[in-house]
């Protein structure tokens, strides 16, 4: 589980990049309320990401981080704020970080 946090940083790190590069291929939209571009569309893999502010771990409880990681995708359930979304694998941000030239052979988890 502690990888899930690497998982995270990582993918942060590759939307940051992504976002910056790659201006074909994502288009930002509005989540909550309209200005806030939280959300970003990939039309490469076709997938809506959600940006990572909203599920950073220190904002759920939990006393440890698998703790904190699980109340995140507690919250992807029917009724919960991230409802309708679905956890990132590493093949997903992979697959991301590919679909904006980024070479992904020189990533790896620590």
């Known amino acids: 589980m502690r990888y899930h946090w690497i998982l995270k940083f990582i993918a942060s790190v590759i939307l ?3 976002h910056g590069t790659a201006t074909a291929a994502v288009i930002q939209h509005d989540w909550l ?4 571009g939280l ?3 990939d039309d ?3 997938r809506e990401w959600l940006d990572l502010t909203e599920t950073q771990l220190f904002k759920f409880p ?4 698998e703790e904190q990681y699980q109340a995140v995708v507690d919250h992807t359930l029917p009724g919960g704020m ?5 956890v990132a694998t590493a093949e997903d941000v992979r697959a991301l970080a590919e679909s ?11």
């Open 16 to 18: 940051l990049a992504f």
């Open 62 to 65: 939990g006393g440890t981080l």
């Open 44 to 46: 490469v893999n076709q």
């Open 33 to 36: 309320v309209p200005g806030d």
């Open 100 to 110: 904006a030239g980024i070479d992904t052979t020189t990533l790896r988890n620590k």
């Open 39 to 41: 959300l970003t569309y």
């Open 82 to 86: 991230f409802a309708g979304f679905t």
